[in-house]
């Protein structure tokens, strides 16, 4: 198990998101989602959100979606996993042929 999450101590009020390049197992974000709440931030897992770029979800998505209303990730890594409808899976594709007919329209 992780552990020695640092999160500063305070009453933050909002919505949060956290953000990373990948996402295995989940362990850190649910360490730092921990941290938060035993530091006094007023943390309400349905206004929070993850975004991964890469999302292997090798443990799945339930103890994640314990601690975030919502995640965000790619398709840059490919797997068999059942989708719930609070995570939402970018194309890559899709936003590459954006971005390449915008800087050839400008």
């Given at each position: 198990k992780l552990s020695g999450f640092d999160v500063p101590v305070g009453s933050?009020?909002?919505k949060y998101l956290l953000a990373d390049d990948?996402?295995?197992g989940g362990g850190t974000f649910v360490g730092v989602a921990e941290?938060?709440?035993h530091n006094g931030f007023r943390y309400n897992e349905d206004k929070n959100d993850l975004y991964i770029?890469?999302?292997?979800?090798?443990k799945g998505f339930d103890e994640l979606l314990r601690h975030f209303g919502r995640i965000i990730t790619t398709d840059s890594f490919p797997?068999?996993?059942d989708i719930p409808e609070n995570v939402e899976v970018v194309e890559l594709s899709s936003m590459a042929s954006r971005i390449m007919k915008a800087s050839i329209s400008s």
């Open positions: 933050v009020h909002g990948i996402c295995d941290a938060a709440k770029t890469h999302g292997i979800f090798s797997n068999d996993l």
